[in-house]
């Protein structure tokens, strides 16, 4: 018995497979993405998003950015730069007509499509859409000397704090602009339910579309006493996929490995999972037939077999090597919530019925094993 190399079974990509979604705003997009590849979604908020027209916080510090020129402006995100203006203008405040003196610099294309649909004109913008980049140009000398100058740096979410503190250094006198603050969601029963099926196996990759997300999570985790848990979990079977790399750095933080698309859009993110699920789970010839082992099903010959608990961890308990034979107490150890041998009997009549095929093998007096 040996691994297929290259070989996909037919359908759906993410059939089998459960992806939990972290995202507050886009989290319909991201889900019919993923919905659309087989995938069934598991939507947990992490955070929640403070409404402009209430945050005391934005008008405070738009109103500290008018108090004096500004340099230079750092736009990071096009709905983040382009919300600012929009609320400015509802509350009044000249703020357009402030920043037409100022060189305004764009971290990407929709920043930049932000800056010039508000009237402005962009100065320059990074070839890599990063932060980082933006802080070498600046410290570089490109705008001139920094020391003494302001800077607003449009915030979207994270904090930035590299960015922001390596400006801070270079003598900048720099004015964050908190749009779009992110906090714990009102209600977080769904993140709390996430973090059990983290634990209880119950979904196969969690994705992150920003770093206050990631954090959130962890955070109410901490609260629950299951942190370390939870990282050993994202350790392990369960895949953590962020956006980019921004977004990345509360796990990275926390030690957990996460895998992230080249570009950070939606569309690259779902097909990262694409990518990255699959691969993890060898297609295994057993005999004449195929087998692959999913998240919460099978593929045999390219037809997907939906599970049951009991029958999945015997069969995935199998599937670790394939061939070898796996005694009784072994797979006792492998059921949920435990059990005997008799439940262990009962788990392989049920597998096998539902696989259709004669995949699992009976060694008298020692255990089962996939068919060689």
Same mark, same amino acid.
């Given at each position: 018995? +040996?691994?297929?190399?290259?070989?996909?079974?037919?359908?759906?990509?993410?059939?089998?497979?459960?992806?939990?979604?972290?995202?507050?705003?886009? =989290?319909?997009?991201?889900?019919?993405?993923?919905?659309?590849?087989?995938?069934?979604?598991?939507?947990?908020?992490?955070?929640?998003? #403070?409404?402009?027209?209430?945050?005391?916080?934005?008008?405070?510090? +738009?109103?500290?950015?008018?108090?004096?020129?500004?340099?230079?402006?750092?736009?990071?995100?096009?709905?983040?730069?382009?919300?600012?203006?929009?609320?400015?203008?509802?509350?009044?405040?000249?703020?357009?007509? *402030?920043?037409?003196?100022?060189?305004?610099?764009?971290?990407?294309? =929709?920043?930049?499509?932000?800056?010039?649909?508000?009237?402005?004109?962009?100065?320059?913008?990074?070839?890599?859409?990063?932060?980082?980049?933006?802080?070498?140009?600046?410290?570089?000398?490109?705008?001139?000397?920094?020391?003494?100058?302001?800077?607003?740096?449009?915030?979207?979410?994270?904090?930035?704090?590299?960015? #922001?503190?390596?400006?801070?250094?270079?003598?900048?006198?720099?004015?964050?602009?908190?749009?779009?603050?992110?906090?714990?969601?009102?209600?977080?029963?769904?993140?709390?339910?996430?973090?059990?099926?983290?634990?209880?196996?119950? #979904?196969?990759?969690?994705?992150?579309?920003?770093?206050?997300?990631?954090?959130?999570?962890?955070?109410?985790?901490?609260?629950?006493?299951?942190?370390?848990?939870?990282?050993?979990?994202?350790?392990?079977?369960?895949?953590? #996929?962020?956006?980019?790399?921004?977004?990345?750095?509360?796990?990275?933080?926390?030690?957990?490995?996460?895998?992230? @698309?080249?570009?950070?859009?939606?569309?690259?993110?779902?097909?990262?999972?694409?990518?990255?699920?699959?691969?993890?789970?060898?297609?295994?010839?057993?005999?004449?037939? +195929?087998?692959?082992?999913?998240?919460?099903?099978?593929?045999?010959?390219?037809?997907?077999?939906?599970?049951?608990?009991?029958?999945?961890?015997?069969?995935?308990?199998?599937?670790?090597?394939?061939? *070898?034979?796996?005694?009784? @107490?072994?797979?006792?150890?492998?059921?949920?919530?435990?059990?005997?041998?008799?439940?262990?009997?009962?788990?392989? +009549?049920?597998?096998?019925?539902?696989?259709?095929?004669?995949?699992?093998?009976?060694?008298? =007096?020692?255990?089962?094993?996939?068919?060689?």
């Amino acid at each position: 018995m +040996t691994d297929t190399a290259g070989e996909q079974p037919a359908g759906l990509p993410l059939a089998g497979y459960t992806v939990a979604v972290t995202a507050a705003r886009r =989290k319909e997009e991201l889900g019919a993405l993923l919905d659309r590849r087989g995938a069934r979604v598991l939507y947990a908020p992490a955070i929640r998003i #403070v409404p402009l027209a209430d945050d005391a916080e934005l008008v405070a510090a +738009t109103r500290r950015v008018l108090e004096a020129p500004v340099d230079l402006v750092v736009a990071t995100t096009g709905v983040g730069f382009r919300g600012w203006l929009e609320a400015a203008d509802a509350w009044g405040l000249p703020l357009v007509q *402030h920043l037409s003196g100022s060189r305004v610099l764009a971290r990407g294309p =929709k920043a930049r499509g932000a800056i010039r649909g508000g009237g402005l004109v962009d100065a320059w913008s990074p070839a890599s859409e990063s932060s980082a980049e933006v802080l070498e140009h600046l410290l570089s000398g490109a705008e001139g000397p920094l020391a003494g100058r302001r800077i607003a740096v449009q915030l979207h979410g994270d904090p930035l704090p590299d960015l #922001v503190a390596g400006l801070q250094d270079a003598g900048a006198d720099v004015l964050t602009v908190p749009v779009y603050r992110w906090v714990l969601p009102e209600d977080v029963v769904p993140v709390r339910r996430l973090i059990g099926a983290i634990l209880a196996g119950g #979904v196969d990759a969690v994705t992150f579309t920003s770093a206050p997300a990631a954090a959130s999570l962890l955070q109410v985790a901490t609260e629950l006493g299951q942190q370390e848990p939870v990282v050993a979990a994202m350790n392990g079977r369960v895949l953590a #996929v962020a956006v980019g790399p921004v977004t990345a750095g509360p796990l990275d933080a926390a030690g957990i490995p996460s895998c992230q @698309p080249e570009r950070a859009r939606l569309g690259a993110l779902a097909r990262e999972v694409v990518a990255r699920l699959p691969e993890r789970d060898p297609v295994l010839q057993v005999g004449p037939h +195929t087998l692959q082992v999913r998240g919460h099903a099978a593929v045999v010959d390219g037809q997907l077999v939906e599970l049951a608990p009991g029958p999945l961890a015997v069969l995935r308990e199998l599937a670790r090597q394939p061939g *070898h034979v796996v005694s009784r @107490p072994d797979l006792v150890g492998s059921l949920p919530g435990g059990g005997d041998g008799h439940a262990v009997e009962m788990a392989v +009549t049920r597998l096998r019925a539902a696989l259709g095929a004669p995949l699992v093998e009976t060694v008298v =007096k020692r255990g089962y094993r996939l068919r060689a």
